[in-house]
């Protein structure tokens, strides 16, 4: 337990509920104040054990630099894009923040703009606000009876799949994350490529995270598979959708409508073309703005950062597992480890897997291997949630995504003196990578069936290919001539001119037109490349 007087700074208007915990504390000093700009905001922070906020504030490098003895930062909402983590991590400040809390909240928002659009509530309304009694122009359609798309089953996704099917509605799906049973318990139709669900939703409405792979995830070629006259929300993350290619579909009528609460840059610029859309209602990022959800995060929060404080416990944290700092430092290179491994097991498993198995053997059988553990599971789903999964909700989103996690210790060493395998799969379909280390430096030493030596960096290219002369140097001449450098490469195979794995750590990612241009070759059966 940690002693002495704290002192909390909160700011950007945090739930009065929230404050009033803190200020119940005895051990606790709490300084209120609006928001403010960084200069400010340095020299107010000084002297400060804790911070908490909303969204407004930034909590920079700069800010942590200037402020020492800053030990916490809470933020009273799910996501902390406001928050430098990185420079919290290395200056060992503790990130927290409420990844529940406005589920609800954010859920109605959703379904409130879905409502609005079926039946053109706000152009109704500005129409009766100018004096005109204009029935025929409104002519709404039920919800009953229609189908609704949702792209992301996570804990929104979820609540949303919820209120459609009390409206009557037929609810299709599509995550590839979620496991059949999950799905089957939501009562949804889970679908397994995105193309095979648009022409079937008379709404759609995306509740994904801002990733690589989800960035611009309604593109053009998609918005043209969509029936005609679909209408969509969007209170996810701006940039799911491309303000432009979404206006383009409406005005050319293949979309009936959008109804949008986020946006590629907020606030919304005064004269962005979307404000002047007629079959587009925007409201300014009102997901998580109710007063029950804003009382819910400032409590929660509040909470996390007395006891923080005042007994060193930790909970919702988004850049360390709860474990002590002596332990953390011994295991933070097969942490790091866990998560590539994670990484590159997700990009090789079969689709909804709904169980995953780490394994360790040897030396490290014998820590505490929970952080680990973590790591790999963040690694794996990191696909699925973005940068809003960590060590401390991994456990949740797997278990909210029907993924059960098992763990398997083996003190006896076997070939190596220690050995990571993460096994993951569903319906009889497996996928296992395994990785070990050589002095301190890890590497990757089995990928399914084939023994190997790679190092978990960058950009792999995995190939499966028949073992014959020449092969090796036509892909090298291949990939030089398409400017894209290798590493390093290795080669494994069972027995002369079997099936053979080829792994290569590529500088970068070679597109799909080269691998398009190597599976040409008939001796090549797979390729593909996974960033770790």
């Known amino acids: 337990m940690m002693a002495g007087k704290f002192k909390v700074f909160v700011t950007d208007g945090v739930s009065p509920s929230g404050v009033d915990v803190l200020k119940a504390c005895p051990q606790i000093e709490v300084v209120e104040s609006p928001t403010l700009k960084e200069k400010e905001l340095c020299e107010k922070l000084k002297g400060c054990d804790a911070l908490v906020v909303r969204s407004q504030t930034q909590v920079s490098k700069a800010v942590l630099q200037a402020c020492p003895t800053v030990r916490a930062v809470g933020r009273a909402g799910v996501g902390v894009d406001n928050v430098d983590v990185d420079a919290a991590t290395e200056r060992g400040v503790i990130v927290m923040n409420t990844p529940a809390g406005n589920t609800v909240s954010t859920a109605e928002q959703a379904f409130t703009l879905l409502l609005g659009l079926a039946r053109h509530l706000p152009q109704a309304h500005a129409s009766m606000t100018a004096g005109q009694w204009d029935r025929k122009s409104f002519q709404g359609t039920e919800l009953n009876g229609k189908t ?13 799949a919820r209120r459609a099917i009390a409206f009557g509605m037929r609810v299709m799906a599509y995550d590839p994350y979620l496991s ?34 989800t960035k611009g995830i309604l593109n ?26 979404l206006l383009q579909a409406i005005e050319a009528g293949q979309i009936g409508g959008a109804a949008l609460d986020v946006y590629e840059e907020e606030p919304l610029a005064a004269d962005h073309p979307l404000r002047k859309a ?25 909470e996390a950062i007395r006891d923080y404080l005042t007994e060193g416990a930790v909970r919702n944290a988004v850049n360390i597992p709860s474990v002590d700092a002596r332990t953390m430092a011994k295991l933070r290179p097969q942490i790091d480890f866990g998560f590539r491994l994670g990484r590159l097991l997700s990009q090789i498993a079969p689709a909804r897997c709904d169980r995953l198995q780490i394994s360790y053997a040897g030396k490290i059988g ?12 963040k690694g794996f789903l990191f696909g699925a949630g973005g940068k809003d999964v ?4 991994a456990p949740k989103m797997a278990a909210n995504l029907g993924l059960k996690v ?43 069936d084939q023994w190997m030596e790679a190092r978990p960096e960058g950009y792999l290219l995995l190939m499966e290919n028949k073992d014959r002369p ?16 290798i590493a390093s490469m290795t080669l494994s195979r069972s027995a002369p001119g079997s099936k053979a794995l080829s792994v290569l750590n590529l500088d970068s990612d070679p597109g799909e037109a080269v691998l398009k241009e190597m599976l040409a070759d008939k001796d090549i059966t797979a390729v593909r490349v996974v960033k770790i």
């Open 148 to 160: 609704l798309g949702i792209l992301g089953m996570g804990r929104i996704g979820g609540e949303v």
């Open 180 to 213: 059949v049973a999950r799905a089957r318990s939501l009562q949804v139709e889970l679908i397994d490529r995105i193309e095979d669900l648009l022409p079937h939703c008379d709404f759609l409405t995306l509740h994904l995270p801002m990733t690589d792979e």
């Open 220 to 245: 053009e070629a998609r918005l043209k598979l969509c029936r005609k006259g679909v209408k969509i929300v969007n209170c996810a993350r701006g940039g799911l959708i491309a303000e432009s290619v």
């Open 278 to 302: 007629k079959r587009i209602i925007l409201t300014p990022h009102l997901g998580a703005s109710t007063a029950e959800a804003q009382e819910s995060v400032g409590i929660e929060i509040a």
């Open 366 to 377: 014998e820590e505490e291997t929970t952080p680990i553990t973590r790591s790999i599971l």
């Open 390 to 393: 960590n060590e401390v909700n």
């Open 406 to 448: 098992s763990e398997i210790k083996q003190a006896e060493p076997g070939e190596y003196a220690e050995l990571i395998s993460v096994r993951a799969g569903q319906d009889g379909k497996e996928a296992e990578v395994s990785g070990t280390f050589f002095g301190t430096s890890p590497h990757i030493v089995r990928i399914n």
């Open 470 to 485: 020449g092969i090796v140097g036509w892909i090298g001449t291949l990939l030089g001539k398409h400017k894209v450098n």
